[in-house]
Structures are given as C-alpha cells and as structure tokens.
Nanobody, 124 residues
C-alpha cells in the first residue's frame, strides 16, 4: 500500500494562489494514478483533479478547470496542485488520493488510499 501526507494548506485571500503537495511513501509511487478530492463543511466529497500514472494525462472538475494545475514528480514521490485565482467556494479540506488504475477516476469514491487532508480557507 501507499502512505500519503499532504501539506501546503492555509488561509489565502480571494484571487490568491496556493500550492499543495502530497508526499507518498510505501509501494512504488509510479504504480498509482493520483487525484485530489475536497470536502467543504456540510457537503459531499468532490473530485477536483487527477493525473495519470505516467503524468501524461490530467483531468479537472469544471469548477477548477483553468485555475488549478495538477502535476507529479515521480523522482520525489510527490504530487502537487497549483491553485490560482482562488475563490471563497474553494474553501475545503483537500485530500490527496491514490488509484491503482493507470488513468485514475473522476469518482471520488474510487480511490483506495487517502492522506489526512489539509485545510484551505479562502477569505478576506
């Protein structure tokens, strides 16, 4: 299995930027597609973005398309999400998750392994 630890969350003003990191350990990081999922207070978990096992394919939720960028650095066993033009509705706990399929999934419930989450708050 794989262990995931997120970092980089915090308080940011609207239209600001933030970069989240997710460090993986355990089984080979490159064996998994990776995703970011978020959960706002009182709401269901929401898929945000995924990146394929090779890093060559990415996919985003409509709500973040054009503002967020997911990437992975296989040599460092790390996946990132650069978040620009942040909005108050982006406030949530963000989770990094691993999927055993080559391509990952836009179904938030399809991921096998999860980090502990990092809080992102967008507020003035």
């Amino acid at each position: 299995q794989v262990q995931l630890v997120e970092s980089g969350g915090g308080l940011v003003q609207p239209w600001g930027s933030l970069r989240l990191s997710c460090a993986a350990s355990g089984r080979t990081f490159s064996s998994y597609a990776m995703g970011w999922v978020r959960q706002a207070p009182g709401k269901e978990r929401e898929f945000v973005a995924l990146i394929s096992r090779s890093g060559g394919t990415t996919y985003y939720a409509d709500s973040v398309e054009g503002r967020f960028t997911i990437s992975r650095e296989i040599a460092k066993n790390t996946v990132y999400m650069q978040k620009n033009s942040l909005k108050p509705e982006d406030t949530a706990v963000y989770y990094c998750a691993a999927h055993p399929d080559r391509w990952g999934s836009s179904d938030a419930d399809a991921y096998n392994y999860w980090g502990q989450g990092t809080q992102v708050t967008v507020s003035s």
